[in-house]
């Protein structure tokens, strides 16, 4: 199947400072990004859907203007994270989909970002 | 209610048991239909998808129920390394996956 990468895949930092964190599909040409936001012991929370080259759709109660993401190209999107709190600090997972190389529509998981905000 | 619901479990089984999981989901129009399984502080892994027919993968059994609007996942010879968090996964038309909480599965010896 296809390689998606995330980076970094851990961070601390402290209270107040932005973190930009890159996922990028290796193999595989990513019409659609999704971003995904998991506290502990809970489910997996879409953030936000990006769209190469538009605007990312924000789900209701992810505030665009803290998460901002940016997805320049097929291969690659980026979340950053403003102003980050220690409310922040959770496990962020980014997805590509597209179509594969069956034809069909796949959906493919980065190994996610561990964020500690102190 | 929420989109798609499952029991969190745990579901604390010994080596060699039969175990079933179930998901419902609220939104009738939903087309796609999955079963993912999470080890802790690792990305979701595709297990299987769910077909209208059912479907077998080994040990793996997925079923779907569309007028009761539930899917199924059942493991049979439980092994140690099926511990983990088996995560149900529908997408409506537009391919926006909703995921469940996840159920936690520990097979022990």
């Known amino acids: ?118 | 209610r929420k989109e798609v619901e499952q029991d969190p479990g745990p579901f604390n089984v010994p080596e060699g048991a039969t175990v079933a999981f179930n998901c419902t989901y609220s939104n009738s129009a939903s087309q796609s239909f999955f079963w993912y399984r999470q080890d802790c502080r690792k990305e979701p892994k595709l297990l299987m998808s769910v077909y209208s027919s059912g479907n077998e993968d080994g040990r793996f059994t997925a079923q779907l129920n569309r007028a009761s609007q539930y899917i199924s996942l059942l493991i049979r010879d439980s092994k140690l390394s099926d511990s983990a968090t088996y995560l149900c996964v529908v997408e409506g038309g537009s391919y926006i996956p909703t995921f469940g909480r996840g159920t936690s599965l520990i097979v022990h010896p």
């Open chain 1, 1 to 118: 199947g296809a390689v998606v990468s995330q980076h970094p895949s851990w961070v601390i930092c402290k209270s107040g400072t932005s973190v930009k964190i890159e996922c990028r599909s290796l193999d595989f040409q990513a019409t659609t990004m999704f971003w995904y936001r998991q506290f502990p012991k809970q489910s997996l929370m879409l953030m936000a859907t990006s769209n190469e080259g538009s605007k990312a759709t924000y789900e209701q109660g992810v505030e665009k203007d803290k998460f901002l993401i940016n997805h320049a190209s097929l291969t690659l999107s980026t979340l950053t994270v403003t102003s980050a709190h220690p409310e922040d600090s959770s496990f962020y997972i980014c997805s590509a989909s597209g179509e594969g190389a069956t034809g069909r529509y796949e959906q493919y998981f980065g190994p996610g970002t561990r964020l500690t905000v102190t």
